[in-house]
């Protein structure tokens, strides 16, 4: 039973930035992050991290996102820079559970002049 609170999407032209946050309620999560999934396409990794600060990022990310968490909140955050048209897609919230992985309901990111 896990709850979320996702926000932070929204439309953005190329070169901009976002920060997308999740606030997940049920437990203490070992690994939090982001996955998402363009039209077309199959859903891929956007960032994780762990409560310990390991943080591990998609090929097509790396160097313009940055995933952060608060432990004690049981939140993580997204902060999206230099961001392409190819970054448009549904992001959704991801924690690892004790037996599951849960995700967020997603909220849209759309990258576009």
């Known amino acids: 039973q896990v709850q979320f609170v996702e926000s932070g999407g929204g439309l953005v032209q190329p070169g901009g930035s976002l920060r997308l946050s999740c606030a997940a309620s049920?437990?203490?999560?070992?690994?939090m992050g982001w996955y998402r999934q363009a039209p077309g396409k199959q859903r891929e990794l956007v960032a994780t991290?762990?409560?310990?600060?390991?943080?591990d990022y998609g090929s097509s990310v790396e160097g313009r996102f940055t995933v952060s968490k608060d432990v004690v909140k049981n939140t993580v955050y997204l902060q999206m820079n230099s961001l392409k048209s190819e970054d448009t897609a549904v992001y959704y919230c991801?924690?690892?559970?004790?037996?599951?992985?849960?995700w967020g309901q997603g909220t849209q990111v759309t990258v576009s002049s």
């Open positions: 049920g437990s203490i999560f070992r690994v």
């Open positions: 991801y924690v690892r559970g004790q037996f599951l992985d849960f």
């Open positions: 991290i762990t409560n310990g600060g390991t943080t």
